[in-house]
């Protein structure tokens, strides 16, 4: 009987560990989205636009000033100080975020970025895994990412040889969707 409440525990723990990420960037998305719009509302309200287009403009704009933000920040990552920063945030800091490192690997691919990284399928105990390749050595060693169904942001990892190993084509992001459903789509990739 102690063995079911450590169970719901357990899996209140791993949800909070996939939720709580999301509602951190939420809540930084909000507060940027908050401190642009009173720029933009004092800016209306000086130019009296507010009054005539009311607050459909006020948020439109908004938010075409926080998506020009946030290209403007992309811009900035490709000087060298600037890059230096960024791979420290990454390295120290945002990988201990549940999850980060996929949901980066997906943007990487998503900006046309060359990671390296491949959908592959693994033979393991007698049947075939969906994966990603993570990195190979020159000995011809493979690090190999298993994601779980359908949370594709958790799972294991396989050290292996190449010759268990099948390239698939495709995207990482169409893996991921594969495996969120199921294996849907899959069969079509081998």
């Not at 723990?13 to 933009?40: D, Q």
């Not at 990487?108 to 990603?132: C, D, K, M």
């Not at 993570?134 to 010759?163: D, L």
């Amino acid at each position: 009987m102690k063995l079911f409440p450590a169970t719901i525990r357990k899996t209140i723990l791993r949800g909070c560990m996939l939720i709580l990420p999301i509602i951190v960037v939420c809540f930084f998305i909000g507060k940027m989205w908050m401190a642009i719009h009173l720029v933009v509302r004092r800016i209306m309200a000086y130019f009296d636009i507010e009054r005539l287009f009311g607050f459909t403009l006020l948020a439109l704009l908004t938010t075409v000033v926080l998506l020009l933000l946030c290209y403007l920040a992309g811009l900035l990552t490709r000087l060298e100080k600037v890059g230096v920063v960024h791979r420290w945030l990454d390295k120290n800091v945002l990988r201990f975020m549940p999850g980060f490192i996929f949901i980066q690997m997906l943007a990487q691919e998503s900006a046309g970025e060359e990671t390296g990284r491949h959908g592959v399928l693994i033979w393991l105990e007698e049947a075939w895994q969906p994966g990603i390749l993570i990195e190979k050595n020159a000995a011809g060693w493979h690090v190999v990412y298993i994601p779980n169904a359908p949370n594709a942001s958790s799972g294991r990892i396989y050290i292996v040889k190449e010759e268990r190993l099948k390239l698939l084509p495709g995207s990482l992001h169409h893996m991921k969707e594969s495996i969120e459903g199921f294996g849907t789509g899959l069969s079509q990739l081998v």
